[in-house]
């Protein structure tokens, strides 16, 4: 009755495919970063992706030649679309990369000390982060910085890490009674060993399909930064900058604004599916 | 409250019946041509290890499998009536007066934000006949909890069930059960997830009320013990299968099948002898359940004909029967 | 209910403990910001005496922790302080702006909460049939829009193709005056009297306070419709099914109500993502909400702006928390006793 590796295989891609629907997602997240990482060189017009002026060729509606169209000042869209796809990835990734480790480790060492001062004052400044509208913190900090890109993946981790505390939390403070903790304790162990051999491996699965979930609304919140004009300045592309330029073009420039919305809602809808199908996977509840 | 037209034959009847499971996509075979009967008055037990089925034949019995539940065949019937082919109206009236089902685990098996009273008075509602009256049902109500010992009845009827200890909640569960006025109780490992203090009350509980209302019961256990001091027959299940059954005094004096005799060796005893053995193995993978035996694998009898075959369904002594192939071939 | 009382008070004085902590990291950030806050305040031209004075009045020469108790006794009596965009008192200005913005987020949050239970619960009813693969299907595509995206497809259908709704402009249109009575429009124009004028105004709300809410209503939808199906194989359901209750009585009744719990408890932090796009949402809809106001005095370090409108959003943030715990523990009883997560 032992499980094969192609067994756990064959299971998990079974649970991941029941709804026929995330195999769409996981289509779209590949194609996306295979996008994001090669796409610059592979696009009809690598030079228009910086700066690069074209006046006789400007506000061109979409054709074989353009297949999104061209911008005010003559650029390919569509090649600026694949070319603002690295950032948005690397927006995702960095900012769940960064806030849900130090969320795991805010959330665990106030769980460890359950019922202490530390997880009192460490779950209060948890609690005092969730009570700014996430939005205006990011936007407050993206302010008080240079308006960059590096510096609005800051402001989304600022607002970001205190939900992997609370689920840290959650899971550190039911185990720390279970016996096993217990014992390990008793036979001497240290916090770290607590915290990193016992607590994380329980911890390791909600977190990685919270993160696969999360993915999609960090790049929402960063493409709204970004229409905020607050991400990545010009000349360098980013969806949410050229949506909030094309805006004033509407209706007459309509693909000046549709081609990088449609872009950010396949990209979400795909990261959402793919989250989907993960925590079916997972076993773990999505919610 | 409507009688039962067919006061001679047996309360429950199960004939030959499949449950399957669709279970990520792979059919999982849990119970294979079950088949017992109840009858009128009498208390019946039904003994497997877990995961053997026993929770699935309830819920058959009610209708109320999950919804990837499917019937492969055979029937149930209750009162001579199948319960698969039942319109929604008898199905009502069956559970309503009928059957009553009590939980394993009584803390699941009341809803955590509605107060005693209200899921009582509410099923009390559906189950009485006429109109009564909100301060008739709650009568009622209070009446049945007094009946299982518990006190102050008005206290309870308030109370959340976070409010309770697991005694008592397994209590209410019980009153709930027979308020409605059931005629066959199907008692779900009653008390297993309490402490063995209060488990032993809550049997003592349910046999008293069981002989003052002249109940019929079907208990399911994976304790002999309690099998024993409660009913007078007794189906030994395997793998969703009857193995044996038969008079519990028949069957615990003179076990035929191998697992029936093996599941008594686990039993500890007082009077010396040696340690419990335990039997080697698990239930099978009910996706590929085996050909022949179910119990084959884990026999250690076992001969080529019973991985080929299934075993046949023998009478040994009058009312005592068997699944065996070692049996049938007069061996053992 | 007394243990519902001694639930919402050790709620307030944690709500203070929150907004102290709150008031705390709003003025630290505020005085990362590179630049002397009394020149910022008086601007370049002004001179260095008067300056002097100024940050003498303003305690800005005490040691920080000594500034902080300085503000916040001001703030604590509903001074914020003069805005250096504006040049007028922060409280007027938020008194100004807070309503149309509160309106706004209001009927983005409320009313899509019944419309999200009602999706949820049709999604579970239904089951893997159509009406459920439709809202599945919907909710999908409704979730990954960007609420900035659904503002602009609004202003571009309803602006230009199909200019049946007012899109821009205001709360109101020309012609009409309603009294402020609750600062809140068309609540004012109905205790006015004025229907035509409420119309009117609930005219110009529906387009903002629709895209604001249509992600979260979708989402809502979800939670509820998987809460359903989670809650159907419960024990408590199979067990009051097995004693015959009907199933609409069950599914209505015993089965909505553990079902709604979590929807709602996170329906708190829901208003608080609302908010936070509502400044995106004004701006496109030239809403004359906070948002403006916000932005300018983001990007004019007005700091005492800036702290101002983050902590008037901040109080309300922790009453609707506060509204949301007891709407909760009135549903669940298990919230009434105690309250340790």
Redesign the interface.
């Given at each position: 009755m032992r499980e094969t590796w192609r067994d756990v295989l064959q299971r998990s891609w079974f649970r991941y495919s029941e709804s026929k629907i995330t195999v769409l997602g996981l289509i779209i997240v590949v194609g996306f970063i295979v996008l994001a990482l090669i796409g610059r060189h592979v696009v009809p017009y690598p030079a228009h992706i910086g700066s690069f002026v074209d006046f006789s060729n400007a506000s061109q509606p979409p054709s074989l030649r353009h297949l999104c169209g061209t911008d005010l000042i003559g650029r390919d869209i569509f090649s600026r679309i694949v070319g603002a796809f690295r950032n948005t990835l690397l927006m995702g990734v960095i900012v769940l990369c960064i806030s849900a480790p130090v969320g795991f480790i805010v959330g665990v060492v106030a769980g460890y000390h359950r019922d202490t001062l530390i997880d009192t004052l460490l779950m209060r400044i948890t609690d005092i982060f969730l009570a700014i509208p996430p939005l205006i913190l990011a936007l407050a900090v993206a302010s008080v910085l240079e308006p960059n890109m590096t510096n609005s993946m800051l402001a989304i981790t600022v607002m970001w890490w205190p939900w992997y505390a609370r689920l840290a939390y959650g899971v550190a403070s039911s185990l720390r009674t279970e016996n096993y903790i217990v014992y390990a304790e008793l036979t001497g162990a240290g916090m770290p060993h607590i915290i990193f051999r016992e607590i994380l491996p329980n911890c390791l699965s909600a977190m990685l399909t919270k993160m696969t979930l999360d993915m999609g609304y960090v790049i929402i919140m960063g493409a709204t930064l970004s229409y905020a004009g607050l991400g990545e300045q010009a000349p360098h592309p980013a969806l949410g900058s050229m949506i909030s330029q094309g805006v004033k073009y509407m209706p007459q420039q309509w693909w000046f604004t549709v081609f990088p919305a449609v872009a950010i809602i396949v990209i979400v809808l795909g990261f959402n599916l793919f989250g989907d199908g993960i925590s079916n996977m997972m076993g773990t509840d999505a919610n | 409250m409507p009688t039962a037209e067919n006061k001679s034959g047996p309360i429950l009847d199960v004939r030959d019946f499949s449950v399957s499971f669709n279970v990520?996509?792979k059919f999982s075979h849990v119970l294979d041509g079950i088949a017992f009967r109840v009858q009128r008055g009498e208390r019946v037990g039904l003994v497997g290890e877990s995961g053997c089925g026993k929770t699935t034949t309830l819920?058959a019995i009610?209708r109320?499998l999950?919804g990837n539940a499917i019937v492969k065949g055979g029937e149930v019937l209750f009162d001579g009536q199948d319960v698969s082919g039942m319109s929604d109206a008898a199905l009502?009236?069956?559970?309503?007066?009928g059957?009553?089902?009590i939980?394993q685990?009584p803390s699941?098996?009341?809803?955590?934000?509605?107060?005693i009273e209200s899921?009582f008075l509410?099923?009390l509602k559906?189950?009485a006949p006429g109109g009564a009256s909100g301060k008739q049902l709650y009568a009622v109500a209070t009446e049945a909890l007094s009946s299982v010992m518990l006190p102050d009845p008005d206290r309870i009827m308030k109370s959340?069930p976070?409010q309770l200890s697991g005694g008592m909640k397994q209590r209410v569960?019980i009153a709930?059960?027979i308020a409605?006025g059931c005629r066959l109780l199907l008692a779900d490992e009653p008390g297993t997830s309490l402490d063995v203090t209060i488990q032993d009350q809550i049997l003592r509980l349910i046999n008293r009320l069981v002989i003052d209302r002249g109940l019929s019961v079907l208990m399911v256990s994976h304790s002999l013990g309690v099998i024993r001091q409660s009913t007078s027959r007794v189906n030994i299940m395997y793998a969703g299968t009857v193995v044996e059954s038969g008079a519990t005094d028949d069957v615990f004096s003179d076990p035929k099948h191998p697992y029936t005799a093996a599941l008594m060796e686990c039993v500890p005893k007082l009077t010396g002898g040696s340690v419990a053995r335990g039997i080697p193995g698990?239930v099978p993978?009910y996706t590929q359940p085996p050909k022949g035996c179910r119990f084959a694998p884990r026999c250690p009898w076992a001969r080529d004909i019973c991985n080929g075959q299934k075993p046949p369904h023998l009478e040994v002594s009058p009312g005592h029967h068997v699944s065996c192939h070692l049996v049938s071939e007069g061996i053992q | 209910m007394p243990s519902l009382l001694t639930t919402v008070l050790k709620r307030l004085g944690w709500a203070l403990v929150v907004l102290v902590g709150l008031s705390m990291l709003i003025f630290s950030l505020m005085r990362v910001i590179p630049g002397d806050p009394a020149r910022l305040a008086l601007g370049p031209t002004a001179p260095e005496e008067v300056v002097e004075r100024y940050r003498a009045r303003m305690h800005y020469n005490d040691p920080l922790p000594m500034q902080y108790y300085w503000w916040l006794s001001d703030v604590v009596r509903g001074d914020f302080g003069m805005s250096t965009v504006t040049r007028r008192e922060v409280a007027r200005d938020l008194a100004e702006f807070l309503p149309a913005t509160l309106e706004l987020v209001i009927w983005a949050g409320l009313p899509p909460i019944f419309f999200a239970l009602l999706l949820g619960v049709l999604g579970a009813m239904y089951k893997n049939r159509w009406p459920d693969y439709l809202i599945r299907f919907s909710s999908y595509i409704i979730i990954a829009t960007p609420t900035f995206v659904w503002a602009v497809l609004f202003l571009l259908i309803f602006g230009y193709w199909l200019p049946i709704l007012p899109s821009v402009g205001g709360r109101l249109s020309m012609g009409f005056s309603v009294p402020s009575i609750t600062g809140l429009m068309v609540l004012d124009a109905l205790l006015a009297g004025q229907p035509a004028a409420a119309w009117d105004a609930f005219a110009h709300l529906l387009l903002p306070a629709l895209a604001l809410s249509l992600g979260h209503t979708m989402q809502e939808a979800r939670l509820t419709r998987s809460y359903m199906l989670e809650n159907e194989g419960k024990d408590y359901i199979t067990m009051i099914t097995s004693q015959g209750v009907p199933r609409n009585v069950i599914n209505r009744k015993y089965l909505l109500r553990p079902s709604v719990i979590p929807t709602v408890s996170i329906m708190g932090l829901d208003i608080a993502a609302i908010f936070g796009n509502a400044f995106l949402v004004e701006t496109i809809f030239n809403w004359p909400g906070m948002s403006r106001y916000a932005m300018s005095a983001i990007l004019g370090k007005d700091v005492n702006a800036v702290c101002g409108v983050v902590l008037v959003l901040g109080v309300i943030f922790i009453t609707t928390n506060l509204l949301v715990d007891i709407v909760v523990a009135l549903l669940d009883p298990r919230m009434r006793q105690s309250r340790s997560k």
């Open positions: - | 990520y996509g819920k009610l109320v999950p009502s009236a069956m559970r309503r007066t059957a009553g089902m939980f685990d699941s098996a009341l809803n955590p934000v509605f107060s899921q509410t099923v559906y189950a959340f976070y569960c709930i059960a409605a698990r993978d | -």
